[in-house]
């Protein structure tokens, strides 16, 4: 603290600035909750980035990283005139898009509509029902995709032949990958997906909706101008999120439905390098068309984030 005087001559107490070290030792509890936090990310986020320099150089595990030449932006050049390229980045972009436009909506949809419910024991009833799949994990998922999708003894082909169809080769036909991925993404996390949400709803005033009530609005007219504006911050952050990881499709999942009669429309960025890095074993190729995959993501992140920053949402920063 230090004392002083201010213009009208009154003594005033003035705080004295604390330093950096100060703060940190003033708060050290919190800094240590964090640093677990900080050390995932530099193990497993920062440290893995010093094999991004494979990408620019031809890997020879005899020479190990540091001793493989260098070559520049080959492996870019080679991917991008591969005849394969277009086929990638048009079917990466259309899965990610498709599976963006129907599971981005859905569980603000169903969270707004649970938030909606009185009887509380039926909301955790749904809820429940809801969360479930999402704790099925994508092996299991897939092999029920096969068995129920089966022409000899799926019950989805069982159903159609009863009712005067033909039986459906789901897996093998290519027009049937991308619906058969969105739906199984769609049942498995829309559930989980609305958790966040409904904890954006808790916060949002009773009063507001009290207010509402008061001024005649129905429930329709209370969900759009209460509950959704009290959730736009939420919904704007996760937007950013979303496109961001635009090209990151699930690998798993897209590799365990791939074969080789729907390779057309299965075969993505992710499958491609595994394809190549592991089973190929050309690890600076693959790690070329990763780093690509990773740059084309940063700019998707930072557009989307300048946007929403200049139209005056909330930004990430």
Known sequence: ??????????????????????????????????LPCLLWFVVFKYVPMYGIQLAFKQYIPTEGIWGSPWIG???????????QFWTLIQNTLSLSLWAFIFTFPVPIIVALLLNQ?????????????????HFISTVVLVGILFVFLSPTSGIVNHLIVLLGGEPILFMARPEWFKPLYVISGL???????????????????????????????????????????GIRPTIV?????AIGNIMNVGFEKAY?????LNKSASAII????????????QYSFA?????????INLIMLLMVNRIVRKLGGNSLW
């Open 256 to 260: 365990l439905m791939q074969t080789d």
């Open 270 to 281: 992710p499958t491609y390098v595994y394809e190549i890095g592991l089973q190929r074993a």
């Open 237 to 241: 952050i996760l937007l950013i999120l």
């Open 73 to 83: 932006f080959q492996h870019f050049t080679r991917f991008f005139e591969s005849y």
């Open 117 to 133: 419910l009185t009887s509380e024991r039926y909301k955790k009833f749904v809820q429940t029902v809801i969360y479930a799949p």
């Open 1 to 34: 603290m230090e004392i002083s005087l201010n213009k009208k001559k009154q003594v005033v107490v003035v705080p004295k600035k604390m330093t950096r070290r100060k703060k940190v030792m003033r708060n050290w509890e919190l800094y240590l909750f964090v």
């Open 187 to 229: 049942w498995q996390e829309t559930g989980w997906a609305t958790i966040i949400y409904l904890a954006a709803l808790a916060g949002v005033s009773p009063a507001l909706h009290e207010a509402a009530i008061m001024d005649g609005a129905n429930k329709w007219q209370r969900i759009w101008h209460v509950d959704i504006p």
């Open 287 to 295: 790690a070329a068309i990763g780093l690509f995959n990773s740059v």
